[in-house]
């Protein structure tokens, strides 16, 4: 796992896919990566 850069706007916050500016988690890159690690499920 490794950290990637995702360019997004100032004034839409669905290009970096998220609902709005004050969500600091990528839920859906965080799921991914949970999935990732546990193999097993």
Avoid: H, S, W
Wanted: glycine letters at 8%.
């Amino acid at each position: 796992m490794g950290c990637q850069y995702m360019a997004g706007g100032k004034f839409d916050p669905q290009i970096t896919e998220r609902d709005n500016f004050k969500q600091v988690l990528l839920t859906n890159c965080l799921k991914a990566a949970i999935r990732c690690i546990n193999l097993d499920e």
